[in-house]
């Protein structure tokens, strides 16, 4: 059984997978859904820190966190005493039909989490999601509008209102039929493949201008659109962050013509970036955010906060029986409390220091087109040849695999690109173990090339 005193790096001690693992993988083949999708054969048995450790007794350093979901690391004691001791004394009665004491408590200190001048409320879900529906709704009650924009290669989830906005990959949307209507998408900012040759700070201009003088004019007058939504840094699209001039001009595009402004926050924000919310590095105020993942620590919850200006429907306009669980919020507030307290400055500290390690990484490795992103939300883009930018899927997907067998987990993003999004705990030692193994991983892949 693994500690986070005893093991900070990985321990590989069989082949992978090993004989457990073939097991467990046997029995998933026959009942599992096949819609999910497995990078590689990890079977996971428990995990303390930013180590897990799988049913073989193989230990991993992660750099995947879940998907960006354990902040805090895995199983952080913390967290753990706070879900021991709420599941002591209560476990559920509905925050839809009833008052805990702890719902307006967690309320509290997300809201104080956000700049700006106007009172914000929640609203609590269990998923990414069930927070995008929400916005959704809640977007199209405040304004008495039906329409909505989105961006191509975002990821707002895969129930049907969410799916609607997303535009990550065509697998995602095929043999589902008709979506929500009244959906239409732009290009998003990404200054890598910028048609026009702008840098990471202009890039997205010609953007604006389309949105403006030709969606506006051509396909939905303004004053129909109920809101915009955009990812401050794209998750699924390849942790790809967006200017802080384009957000500051989407900003005020929507305050012009009476539409909300809803950012989703579900993979970059609770500090994830090195501030709160990856919003704040533009120094916009949103109408709505959508936040999840990183929330509670693993646990399902999930929120939508609006200005008390538009969360103005009345009671059973939005309900969620599980939304708020007690269990759930005992996790979130602990996990407040070691983010504020620690791990949102680990988080700006680690990726600045990560970011320095990989300065040179698209001159000393042909795969490597650019490393972006902020704090501990950090894309690298895989190509095949840096020239001409030839997206490098295969090789991600071999590198992806690489790590896993040299006892690193890491994920994939967008067509091409790897995402780091390990814990907000993680040390130089981790860090430089990270780098240093992907680097052999790179190698590896250009003798693919």
Sequence with gaps: M????????????????????????????????????????LVAKRGRGAVVEDVDGNLFLDFAAGIAVCSTGHCHPKVVEAIQKQAGELIHMSGTDFFYESLPQLAERLVQTMPGAENKKVFFGNSGTEAVEGAIKLARYATKRDKLIAFYGGFHGRTMGSLSLTASKSSQRKGFGALLSSVEHIHYPYAYRCDHGHGPETCGAEILEMLENDMFKRLFDPEDVAGIIIEPIQGEGGYIPAPKFFLQELQRICRKHGIMLILDEVQSGMGRTGKWWAYEYAGIEPDIITTAKGIASGLPLSAFIAKESVMKWGPGAHGSTFGGNPVAIAAALTTMDLIESQYMENARRMGDYLFGRMADWAKKFKVVGEVRGRGLMIGIEIVRNQRTKEKGADLRNAIVDFAFHKGLLVLGAGENSLRLSPPLLIDEEQADFAVRTLEECFREGEKKI
């Design 2 to 41: 693994i500690a986070a005193t005893e093991m900070k790096l990985p321990r590989l001690i069989t082949q992978l997978p090993g004989p457990n693992a073939k097991r467990v993988l046997e029995r998933d083949a026959k009942v599992m859904s096949p819609s999910y999708t497995r990078d590689y054969p």
